[in-house]
Every structure is written in structure tokens, then in C-alpha cells.
């Protein structure tokens, strides 16, 4: 009998501990970002952070890593992926290579508000590419943002698509990209993300595309003189986490990082709009000239553009396209 009781004491010891004992262990886990450390994506981290202290009682730490220093975004999720590395705030277009269907991002002129991509990627088109990454072992925490993306460049001010024509133009590891600069007359050039800001200072390249807050906070500005709105993607940041790891977490665990990561979504998005005229005013202050595009020369673009829809359609999956412009179709009253 006296085992019995050590075991019921036992028990009852673990009861009076509290939950927290038994369901959350002492975690960090590594994040690795592409952009700096100055990004909104911090912001968005610390809110997180802040929120898992609370959820686990301290006993969940992230460390963020920055500017590449884990890889750039397909090196790290690769990693990610297959276990060796916990998490990776990536953009989704160099990831098509392993989830065709998230091409569907890069589809040039897809989405014109933030909140007509929040409907999207926060509704039942969300949670479906998040089966399709869960399945080649990549759990999507959440749909942080990267943003619309803008031109800049060393050459002249962008306003209708005859002048891309001959500029070279640095795209992401993307074909969807590569044929929406190529097909505007660009010399279109893939290549990762930490490679851009010496390319750009040699004159390599002319040209680079990405939200000004991206821009700003990458030092872009300093190696170029001209930035043009032209809006023409909305690419977001997502928030993976290794399948492999996350498996090995407690059920309690494994919600308080979703619940935790969605919390810091919306701190991540609400700063990156509070930060974007910002940013373009302090590259106008650098001395950047900028110009918006004039809303015909922007029709002009998108109908250049439906033959990049056309081309990748298929390879991306027409029933993604389908829905996703249903719902934009929707949302628009149309
Ligand atoms: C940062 C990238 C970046 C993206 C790009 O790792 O490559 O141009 O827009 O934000 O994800």
C-alpha cells in the first residue's frame, strides 16, 4: 500500500504544481529573417514574444535572427524544413518550387488593398495552402506581411511599362516574376535577397522591387534614385515553423504558438502601414525622386500582364486562381 500512496502524493504534488508544470518545458527556438532588425517584423516578434511569456509562464523564448545571417529565405526554410533549424519569417515566392499553389501571390496586380489580401490569406484560402505546406513538413503559423511591392532604380522614373524596357531588374527566385518583368521588356535577373544591395552599388543591376518599408530597411534607397508606385504584387511574410519540431511540442505548446503568432500579426501588419509613408518620406528626404503611376498606365500593366496569368495558371493550379479571384470578384461587387 505504501506505493500506492507515494503514487497518489506524487499526483497530487504534480496537481498543486499547477499545469504549467506538466505542459510547458523550457523552449527557445531560433527565427531567421531576411530583412533587419529594424523591420516591423521585430515589432510583430516582441508582441509575440510578450504574449508567449504570458501563455507559458517564460518558459517559451524566440531569438531572432537577421539580415540573412541563417540563410536567405530558401536556405533557411530548407533547414526549416527538414528539421536542423525551428523557424523562418519568409516571403512565400521562392518557396513555389515545393508549394506550387502559393504562386498564386505572385500573379502580377492580384490584389489592390491589404485588407482585400488579409480576406484571402486569413479565410478558407489560407488554412488551404496551409494543408499543402504542412504536407512537405512546413507549419504556416500565420500570414505575417511583407507587403505591395514598389520599383526602385538608378536609371528614370518609371510611369508606364515601355519604361522597364532594357533595365535590368533583380526579381526572387520566382518564374512568375522573371516573366511579368521579362514580358514588360526587362532584363529580368533572379537572385536571393542578400545578394541585392552590392548588386544594385556595382550597377550589376538597375533595378530592385519591394515594399518601402523593405526598402528603407534594407538600405536600398542609398544605391538608387528613383522609386515608383506601381504596386504591382502584394507578397506575404510567412511565419513557418518545422513540422518535425513542432511535433515534439505538448498540444498546449503547439496552441500557444499559433495563438501567440497571430497576435503578433497584427501588431507586425498595423506597424508596417503606420511605417510605410514614412518610409517614402525619408527616402524623398534622401533625395529619391518618386512618382505614383496614373491609373491608365496601371490598366495598361495588368492587361500587359494576363498573359503571365495565361502562362502559370495551370502550374499553380487554375482551381487556386479560380477561388482566389472569386473572392476578390466578391469583395469588389462584381
Ligand atoms: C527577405 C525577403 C524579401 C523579399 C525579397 O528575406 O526577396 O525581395 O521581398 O523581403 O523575403
Known amino acids: 500500500h505504501s506505493a500506492l500512496k507515494a503514487a497518489i502524493c506524487l499526483t497530487t504534488a504534480l496537481v498543486a504544481a499547477g499545469p504549467a508544470m506538466a505542459e510547458f518545458q523550457d523552449r527557445t527556438f531560433r527565427v531567421s529573417n531576411g530583412i533587419n532588425e529594424d523591420h516591423p517584423v521585430n515589432t510583430g516578434m516582441k508582441a509575440m514574444q510578450a504574449c508567449l511569456d504570458d501563455a507559458t509562464g517564460g518558459k517559451m523564448k524566440m531569438q531572432g535572427f537577421w539580415g540573412g545571417a541563417l540563410g536567405g529565405d530558401l536556405q533557411a526554410t530548407q533547414a526549416v524544413r527538414s528539421g536542423l533549424q525551428e523557424a523562418v519569417v519568409t516571403s512565400s515566392s521562392p518557396l513555389v518550387g515545393m508549394v506550387p499553389a502559393l504562386g498564386v501571390f505572385d500573379?502580377?496586380?492580384?490584389?489592390?488593398t491589404p485588407e482585400e489580401a488579409y480576406a484571402v490569406m486569413d479565410g478558407p484560402f489560407g488554412d488551404t495552402l496551409n494543408e499543402k505546406l504542412d504536407e512537405v513538413g512546413l507549419i504556416?503559423?500565420?500570414?505575417?506581411?511583407?507587403?505591395f511591392r514598389n520599383m526602385s532604380n538608378s536609371q528614370r522614373p518609371i510611369k508606364t511599362w515601355e519604361d522597364f524596357e532594357g533595365m535590368k531588374v533583380r526579381v526572387m527566385q520566382n518564374n512568375i516574376f522573371l516573366d511579368t518583368f521579362s514580358n514588360f521588356g526587362a532584363n529580368a535577373t533572379p537572385m536571393s535577397f542578400g545578394e541585392v544591395f552590392s548588386a544594385l552599388e556595382t550597377k550589376a543591376i538597375d533595378a530592385?522591387?519591394?515594399p518601402y518599408v523593405t526598402i528603407d530597411t534594407s538600405k536600398f534607397y542609398e544605391v538608387q534614385s528613383y522609386l515608383s508606385e506601381t504596386k504591382h504584387a502584394y507578397t506575404p511574410f510567412l511565419f513557418l515553423f518545422s513540422k518535425a519540431i513542432f511535433n515534439t511540442y505538448s498540444p498546449e505548446e503547439q496552441?500557444?504558438?499559433?495563438?501567440?503568432?497571430?497576435?503578433?500579426?497584427?501588431?507586425?501588419?498595423?506597424?508596417?502601414?503606420?511605417?510605410?509613408?514614412?518610409?517614402?518620406k525619408k527616402m524623398e528626404e534622401a533625395g529619391?525622386?518618386?512618382?505614383?503611376?496614373?491609373?491608365?498606365?496601371?490598366?495598361?500593366?495588368?492587361?500587359k500582364s494576363q498573359v503571365v496569368y495565361e502562362k502559370h495558371k495551370d502550374e499553380i493550379g487554375a482551381d487556386v486562381v479560380d477561388q482566389v479571384q472569386a473572392t476578390l470578384a466578391e469583395m469588389r461587387g462584381n
Do not use: K
Not at 500573379?107 to 489592390?112: A, D, G, I, M, S
Not at 504556416?140 to 507587403?147: Q, V
Not at 497576435?263 to 498595423?270: F, I, L
Open 208 to 210: 530592385q522591387e519591394n
Open 288 to 303: 529619391l525622386e518618386f512618382n505614383t503611376i496614373d491609373p491608365a498606365a496601371q490598366e495598361e500593366m495588368l492587361q
Open 107 to 112: 500573379l502580377p496586380f492580384l490584389f489592390r
Open 140 to 147: 504556416n503559423l500565420g500570414y505575417w506581411e511583407n507587403g
Open 255 to 280: 496552441q500557444a504558438l499559433r495563438d501567440c503568432t497571430i497576435v503578433g500579426r497584427d501588431v507586425e501588419r498595423a506597424a508596417i502601414q503606420d511605417l510605410n509613408q514614412e518610409s517614402l
